[in-house]
C-alpha cells in the first residue's frame, strides 16, 4: 500500500506562472541579478586579480553547502553571489578586455537572454516552440540573403565548434555515397574511410582535427595545407597536396576555408579555393565563425568574396554580431543538403508532419533540446540599423590597424602581420640583449603581471616557437587611448623586468 504524500501545489514563488506572488519573485530576483551585472559593469578593472586558488577558496567559504536542506534568504545568496561570483569574472565590456573572440554583448541580445530563458522554448519540434521556430527560420532565410544563399537554409548551433563538426558530417555522408554508394548514417563508416582526406590551412581552427576524430576519420584524415607570409592558405601547395593524395590512392573529399583565423584574422583564398573544390569535387566548407561579420560592413565585405560558393557556412553571432554566449549557425549552400543527416522520431518529428509542412527544425540539427537563441540576432536586427551595425565593424577594424602601425614606431615591439580582420600579433623584444628563451619568459611575464594586477586581460600564443603576445579586438567601446595606455604599461613592465634580470645576472 503507498504510503500517503501530502499534496502541496504551493510553489508560486520558485515557478514563473501567473500568480501574483511569481511575478513578485520573478521581478525580485531579477533585479537582483541585474544589481549584480551592474557591479562588475561599474568595476574600472576587466578583472579582480585573484587567483584560480583563491577564487575557489572564496567559493567554498560563501558556499559551504551545495544544496542547504531549507531554503536561504533570497538578499544573502545575491549578496554573496555578486562578492564571491560576478565581482571575480571577466569584464568583457571593458576597454581593456582584448584577449580572445569574446564580443561584449549589446544589450538587445542581454533583453532577448531574458525573454528566452522566461519561455523556455525547445527548437526541436513545433509542438515545443510555436513562433519561436517560425523566427529562427526568419533569421535563416535573413542570414541566407546577406551572404548571397538563394537556395540555402540554416539552424542555429552553439557555435563554431558544432557548425564546423556539421559541415564535416554533411560532407562525409555525400563523399560515401559518392565513392561508395554508401549510406553512412545507416551503415556505419565505410571499410575504405581510412583513404578519405580533409584539406586545411595549418592556422586553421582546432576543431577540424576534433571533428574528424568524432566522426571516426581519425585526426590523420586532416592534411594541413601550408599557409603563406600573410598567414592565409597557399593555393600552389594545396593544389600539390591534392594531386599527391590522388596519385597515393586516397579520396580528398572536403576542403575547408577561414575567414579570419583565430591568432591572425587571416582570410583564406575563398573564391579560388571554392574554384578548386568544384573542379575535384570536393565540399567546401567556410568556417567564418570570426569573419562573418564583415557582411554587415560595405567597407569591408568584398574581403568574404567566394563564401557565397561554399557548400557550408559557420556564421557566429557571439563574434562580430556583439552576441550573448552562446549563438551560432550553420548555412547550407543548397537546403536538400540536410537531408543527408534527417531522422524522424514518432514522438518528435514524425514523417507525417513534414508531409503537411510542420515545422520540426531537429530535422536539420545534431541536437534535440534547444534554446530560443535566434531570439538574440532577432532582436538585435530590429532595434539596432545596419549604419550602426556598419560603424561598429568599421571601428573595430580601424582600431586594429592604428594598433598595429603604432606597435610599428615602438622599437620595443616586434609586429608580426597587417592586421586583415581585428587581431594583432606582436612580441616585446625590448632594448637590452637578452636571449630568446629571456623574452619568451619576459612576454609571458607582461601578459601575467597584467592579468594579477586586474588591469588588463590580452592573450598568448606562438609563432615559430616564440611567445607573442595578441589584442583581439571585439569590443567597439574600445578606443586608441586605451590601448596606448596599454601599450605604455606594457613597456614599463618590461623596462622593469629586463633591469630585474639585469640585476640577477650581475
Not at 554573496?80 to 564580443?103: E, F, R, Y
Not at 569591408?300 to 557550408?312: I, N, P, R
Request: proline residues 4%; charged residues 25%.
Amino acid at each position: 500500500m503507498m504510503s500517503a504524500v501530502k499534496e502541496k501545489t504551493a510553489f508560486e514563488h520558485i515557478f514563473l506562472s501567473n500568480h501574483q506572488s511569481s511575478f513578485e519573485h520573478y521581478e525580485n530576483q531579477m533585479t537582483h541579478a541585474m544589481n549584480s551585472v551592474k557591479r562588475i559593469m561599474a568595476s574600472k578593472d576587466p578583472y579582480s586579480g585573484l587567483s584560480p586558488f583563491d577564487v575557489k577558496k572564496e567559493l567554498d567559504q560563501d558556499f559551504p553547502v551545495f544544496q542547504p536542506k531549507t531554503n536561504q534568504n533570497e538578499q544573502t545568496v545575491y549578496e554573496k553571489l555578486t562578492a564571491t561570483i560576478t565581482s571575480n569574472t571577466i569584464h568583457v565590456s571593458h576597454p581593456s578586455t582584448a584577449a580572445h573572440l569574446h564580443c561584449p554583448p549589446m544589450i538587445p541580445g542581454l533583453a532577448a537572454e531574458a525573454i528566452i530563458s522566461g519561455l523556455n522554448q525547445s527548437m526541436d519540434s513545433w509542438d515545443q516552440s510555436g513562433a519561436a521556430t517560425m523566427v529562427e527560420q526568419y533569421v535563416m532565410n535573413g542570414l541566407c540573403g546577406m551572404f548571397g544563399l538563394p537556395d540555402g537554409d540554416g539552424v542555429m548551433t552553439s557555435g563554431g565548434t558544432q557548425s564546423n563538426l556539421m559541415g564535416l558530417l554533411l560532407a562525409r555522408e555525400r563523399a560515401a555515397l559518392k565513392f561508395w554508394n554508401w549510406n553512412s548514417k545507416k551503415k556505419g563508416l565505410h571499410p575504405e574511410q581510412h583513404r578519405l582526406k580533409i584539406l586545411c590551412s595549418e592556422a586553421a581552427h582546432f576543431s577540424v582535427q576534433q571533428a574528424a576524430s568524432i566522426l571516426g576519420l581519425g585526426e590523420d584524415s586532416v592534411v594541413l595545407v601550408k599557409a603563406d607570409d600573410k598567414y592565409r592558405m597557399c593555393m600552389d601547395d594545396l593544389a600539390s597536396c591534392i594531386d599527391d593524395l590522388k596519385q597515393k590512392g586516397d579520396l580528398p573529399f572536403a576542403l575547408i576555408g577561414t575567414a579570419g583565423t583565430t591568432d591572425f584574422g587571416s582570410i583564406d583564398p575563398l573564391a579560388e579555393m571554392s574554384s578548386l573544390a568544384i573542379e575535384h569535387g570536393l565540399w567546401f566548407h567556410a568556417d567564418a565563425a570570426y569573419g562573418g561579420g564583415l557582411v554587415l560592413s560595405d567597407t569591408h565585405k568584398h574581403k568574404l568574396a567566394g563564401l557565397e560558393k561554399a557548400d557550408s557556412i559557420t556564421v557566429d553571432f557571439h563574434k562580430m554580431f556583439y552576441q550573448p554566449i552562446s549563438c551560432g549557425a550553420f548555412l547550407v549552400k543548397n537546403r536538400e543538403s540536410f537531408s543527408l543527416i534527417r531522422h524522424h522520431a514518432d514522438y518528435l518529428n514524425p514523417i507525417e508532419d513534414e508531409e503537411d509542412d510542420i515545422p520540426n527544425l531537429v530535422s536539420k540539427s545534431i541536437q534535440t533540446t534547444r534554446r530560443f537563441d535566434a531570439l538574440k540576432p532577432f532582436l538585435s536586427f530590429q532595434l539596432v540599423g545596419k549604419e550602426d551595425w556598419e560603424e561598429m565593424i568599421d571601428h573595430t577594424l580601424l582600431v586594429s590597424q592604428k594598433t598595429y602601425e603604432l606597435l610599428k614606431k615602438e622599437r620595443e615591439f616586434s609586429v608580426y602581420h597587417h592586421p586583415e580582420l581585428s587581431t594583432v600579433v606582436f612580441r616585446y623584444i625590448g632594448t637590452g640583449f637578452l636571449t630568446n628563451g629571456q623574452l619568451n619568459q619576459l612576454n609571458y611575464q607582461i601578459r601575467e603581471i597584467l592579468l594579477k594586477n586586474g588591469e588588463v586581460i590580452i592573450a598568448r600564443t606562438k609563432v615559430d616557437g616564440n611567445a607573442c603576445l595578441k589584442f583581439t579586438f571585439l569590443n567597439p567601446l574600445t578606443k586608441m587611448s586605451d590601448v596606448e595606455k596599454i601599450i605604455r604599461r606594457m613597456k614599463e613592465i618590461g623596462e622593469d623586468e629586463t633591469r630585474r634580470l639585469h640585476d640577477e645576472q650581475t
